[in-house]
């Protein structure tokens, strides 16, 4: 069976940080981008960052960009989202998914999805 799996999430004070974890079974990840997108409490899922397959191309959000690092191990078939400096409307539940193409902000060009970890940043 072909699964994303999100970890990493959690309770954090603003300016805090956590790094989430995407880890594949069932298929490699060498060959997919990878985005990363978040749904907050009443809002419409958002797309956050995504890493091509080669990890040569990282792209940001702009509400994201210097705080939140990307990076990938083919080796080890895993995907990571540091996030740095996080604020309280970081809260989300955090999804990762794969795309055979290539990177997109859009997020029904991505063929497989994880079930999320959730972000609260709060003091």
């Known amino acids: 069976q072909l699964q994303l799996v999100e970890s990493g999430g959690g309770l954090v004070q603003p300016g805090g940080s956590l790094r989430l974890s995407c880890a594949a079974s069932?298929?490699?990840?060498?060959?997919?981008?990878i985005g990363w997108f978040r749904q907050g409490p009443g809002k419409e899922r958002e797309w956050v960052s995504c890493i091509s397959s080669s990890g040569g191309g990282t792209y940001y959000a702009d509400s994201v960009k210097g705080r939140f690092t990307i990076s990938r191990d083919n080796a080890k078939n895993m995907v990571y989202l540091q996030m740095n400096s996080l604020k309280p409307e970081d809260t989300a539940v955090y999804y990762c998914?794969?795309?055979?193409?290539?990177?997109?902000?859009?997020?029904?060009?991505?063929?497989?999805w994880g079930q999320g970890t959730q972000v609260t940043v709060s003091s």
């Open positions: 998914a794969a795309d055979f193409s290539r990177c997109s902000r859009i997020f029904n060009e991505y063929e497989y």
């Open positions: 069932g298929f490699t990840l060498n060959n997919y981008a």
